[in-house]
């Protein structure tokens, strides 16, 4: 049997595909004789652009119109074109969407032309192969651009067998998809691990399959629906991915330049917080909310076999949630293991200074902590588990610890009201210094959250999203059960306080950058420098009470929990002058109040912050000038962009080119090296890794395993 695993646009250029890398492992296990080939169509689509627009529509082109713009529907509209076979399909609804909402749609438009000729390849590639199955798997938007290459493989071999699976397919949104698309043959709707080889069985045997749970499959011209099962996929049989085709197409693919590659891990599967209390607008585990987590230490194990094998040590875990256990069985080894890795985790917010100052040693650089809000009673409404005085804690540690931190503030909730907002937007200038918002965002509506499956929530009506629109061309009826996002009634904030509280976030973006607000002990003083943006530079003082007062607030407390620590420690402070210095501090802008719980806002720790995109020297190109090498087993790898608009991204690996380099980070007579040492300098130097001067040698990039704050790269 040869099978072939395909994704399409819009997968992330810089990331491999985690469900090929898992399938390809799976069928592999399943059917040890077959044959299995990847086709990794969101790298074929940057280059068939690069080529035939001459290099005009370059990669960073794909992430605008595939990732930046994914609430708008651009990347499906660019291939319905050839779904429906007309190029100018939708186009005018796209137009009057994107005039109505001041979406620019320009790079979308570009792209289309190019969309017809690329399934054309697409489809030739992919059929040279023979493959019996071809295998699809769809989230966000590669629903359109993997149909219309279905069509086409149908079209051109109608014995094909077509299947369909990922998050796009779950539940009802895949018999949906099955029963409107009739050249796809089946659609696994959950997870793939055990229903997938078993099709595979069924496919091999000729037999029809009934016993395959979830499973969408036409009997004769009847699109059934198999019943899905409540059984999750265990730990122990979910595989370890393989890279190794992504690998070999991406060494030889023109777009690797562009890109800074990555590679992804999965230690969980579904969140531990929404099986006690789903966050009422979430809807990102579909119908497998049970958490599940792989023990740290064969997570370890994965993560050393694909660094090792890559050469990769930028690392994306894609767990909705981190497992609390891996604060003691998997970071640790990662902190020890010495390489300078970069890694990204989900996280819930009310971690512990202790657990980020490990992230932080461990090599995380960016979380996404889910902070939502900073609202108390907000945070309720969401069901969030956490409060606003939380959350603005772990700002602060962010700063402390050198973490990015991407959050989203989210608004729109039934329920809420101005007055919930006023109090938070009125002390959003006193928080500059802290890592701000993505925006001010009003929530949507997504299928399988709370707010969808209860309209008693809320939002009773609903209709698929405007956007799809001018994505499919089917009656609202079927795009009610296709698609994942839904307009509805707005809800909550409206009106004057919805426009104060976006321009309260834009303000704190735009005055982030150059605002500092740093303790520092001074014997058993304590200094607070402000330098915020919008606030007069100042050093304040605080010697005795007041100054352990400031400390025992970084944990935040009420001001009689407060007054009783301070009686605890031998402080003689009458209520009054506490509450008096208490109004003072939040005059200064030194504390953040959450109802009657009060949070110190000073960090510590003062992280390298550059604004994004001026990492370097040149206006015209801001990474130029870098140079800076990263260690990870047995390799170095090397980052050079010294040259105005290059990137040279090299791997030492051979042992006699590692010695020296490494001896050479010392100045070192070029007589104390022996004939193999010459040979590596030589080698060295004519990739200007290392200089030799007045018969001295040096290895010119430095090492660097801290990064500035923000660091998106990851």
């Known amino acids: 049997m040869r099978v072939h695993l395909v994704t399409m646009p819009w997968h992330p250029l810089d990331l491999p595909s985690l469900q090929l890398g898992l399938l390809n492992r799976l069928v592999r296990r399943a059917r040890p004789d077959a044959e299995v080939t990847e086709f990794h169509g969101s790298l074929r689509w940057a280059e068939y652009l690069l080529e035939h627009s001459g290099g005009r529509l370059r990669p960073g082109d794909c992430v605008a119109v595939g990732s930046d713009a994914i609430f708008h529907g651009l990347g499906d509209w660019v291939f319905s074109g050839v779904l429906y076979d007309d190029p100018g399909w939708g186009l005018d609804r796209l137009r009057d969407y994107a005039a109505r909402r001041d979406v620019p749609v320009g790079t979308a438009v570009d792209m289309r032309p190019y969309a017809a000729g690329f399934i054309d390849l697409c489809a030739s590639v992919i059929l040279a192969d023979e493959p019996d199955v071809v295998g699809f798997t769809s989230t966000f938007m590669q629903n359109v651009a993997s149909l219309a290459l279905a069509r086409e493989l149908k079209h051109r071999r109608p014995g094909l067998t077509v299947v369909f699976g990922g998050s796009n397919c779950d539940g009802p949104m895949g018999h949906a998809l099955h029963r409107n698309h009739p050249f796809v043959d089946h659609v696994v709707r959950g997870e793939a691990e055990y229903a997938f080889p078993a099709l595979l069985g069924h496919l091999a045997g000729g037999t029809a399959p009934v016993d395959v749970p979830g499973l969408c499959w036409w009997d004769g011209a009847v699109s059934r629906a198999n019943t899905e099962t409540r059984r999750t996929v265990a730990p122990a049989d979910i595989p370890s991915p393989d890279y190794d085709q992504w690998q070999t197409a991406l060494d030889v693919s023109p777009v690797r330049e562009f890109i800074h590659p990555k590679l992804v891990v999965e230690g969980a599967r579904g969140c531990w917080w929404g099986e006690k209390h789903h966050c009422t607008f979430c809807g990102l585990n579909g119908s497998a909310m049970a958490f599940r987590a792989k023990p740290g230490e064969r997570l370890w194990a994965e993560l050393d076999r694909l660094v090792r094998r890559h050469r ?51 090599g995380t650089v960016h979380i996404q902590p889910g902070i939502e809000s900073l609202g108390s009673r907000v945070l309720d409404l969401m069901d969030k588990g956490v409060t606003g005085a939380r959350n603005v804690r772990t700002l602060r540690e962010c700063e402390n610890h050198a973490l990015t931190c991407s959050w989203n503030l989210l608004y729109g909730f039934p329920g809420e009201t101005a007055d919930d907002y006023a109090p938070v937007v009125e002390q959003l200038p006193a928080l500059v210094h802290l890592q701000p918002p993505s925006g001010a965002h009003r929530i949507q509506l997504e299928r399988f959250s709370p707010h969808f499956t209860d309209p008693a929530l809320g939002f009773a009506k609903r209709r698929p999203a405007e956007m799809y629109q001018h994505v499919y061309d089917l009656p609202e009826g079927e795009l009610a059960d296709l698609v994942y996002l839904f307009d509805t009634d707005d809800a909550g904030l409206a009106g004057p306080a919805e426009h104060r509280l976006g321009e309260a976030v834009a303000a704190w973006r735009a005055g982030h950058a150059d605002s500092r607000l740093l303790f520092e002990a001074d014997g058993a003083d304590l200094l607070v420098h402000d330098r915020r943006h919008g606030w007069p530079p100042a050093t304040h003082r605080f010697t005795g009470w007041r100054a352990e007062a400031l400390r025992r607030l970084e944990d935040g407390r009420t001001v009689p929990a407060l007054h009783r620590l301070l009686t605890g420690d031998g402080h003689d402070v009458p209520s009054d002058a506490l509450d008096r210095w208490i109004r003072h501090a939040l005059t200064l802008g030194l504390l953040f109040r959450d109802g009657g719980t009060h949070v110190a806002l000073p960090t510590w720790g003062e992280p390298v912050r550059l604004p994004e995109g001026t990492a370097g020297t040149t206006p015209q190109d801001p990474a130029h000038g ?56 030589d080698l060295l130097t004519a990739e200007r890794l290392v200089r030799v001067d007045d018969g001295l040698a040096t290895t010119l990039p430095p090492r660097i395993d801290r990064w500035p704050v923000p660091c998106t790269a990851i």
């Not at 800076?628 to 290059?646: C, K, N």
Request: no cysteine; net charge neutral; hydrophobic share 40%.
């Open 312 to 362: 990769i040590l930028d690392v994306v875990t894609v767990d909705n949630i981190i497992d609390m256990a891996y604060f003691r069985d998997f970071l640790p080894r990662v902190a020890g293991s010495g390489w300078d890795l970069r890694l990204h985790y989900e996280v819930k917010s009310n971690l512990t200074p202790g657990q980020l100052r490990l992230l932080g040693e461990s």
């Open 626 to 681: 870098i140079l800076y090498h990263r260690r990870g087993p047995g390799f170095v790898s090397v980052i050079d962009r010294r040259e105005p608009g290059t990137t040279v991204r090299l791997t030492l690996d051979h042992p006699d080119l590692l010695a020296t380099f490494d001896l050479l980070s010392t100045p070192t007579p070029l007589t104390a090296l022996d004939p193999v040492q010459r040979r590596a300098v």
